[in-house]
């Protein structure tokens, strides 16, 4: 998995960061992505989070995103998820936690 952050623009008060993430949210680097995932969310208000580049996700990429949405959310800030990618669709409909994560996602009724 490849995490790449960029410091956002400011919106209102505080700091939007950007983060995309690519490659496999798997349970084999999910230990090494939670740090970094954890720093790009410190010293910004908001965090958008570009899962296009997703190609594979697991039962520990989807406790990676919790986590970085209950970590927000204890700390007053809000976390987005954006572009969600076929295997990210895929994990979120297997789930259910579309509306959990409360972003606007697109699921394909008919793969059920």
Not at 58 to 70: N, S, W, Y
Request: glycine letters at 10%.
């Amino acid at each position: 998995m490849e995490i790449t952050v960029k410091p956002g623009k400011r919106r209102g008060k505080h700091k939007v960061r950007k983060v995309a993430i690519s490659g496999a949210m798997t349970i084999y680097n999910a230990a090494a992505a939670k740090d970094t995932l954890l720093d790009a969310l410190n010293g910004a208000g908001e965090i958008e989070v570009d899962l296009s580049g997703v190609a594979e996700m697991d039962t520990a990429g989807v406790q990676l995103l919790a986590l970085l949405k209950r970590e927000a959310a204890s700390s007053g800030k809000r976390v987005a998820l954006r572009g969600h990618s076929p295997a990210v669709l895929e994990v979120l409909d297997c789930y259910r936690l579309a509306a959990y994560f409360g972003d606007a996602v697109a699921i394909n009724e008919g793969k059920r």
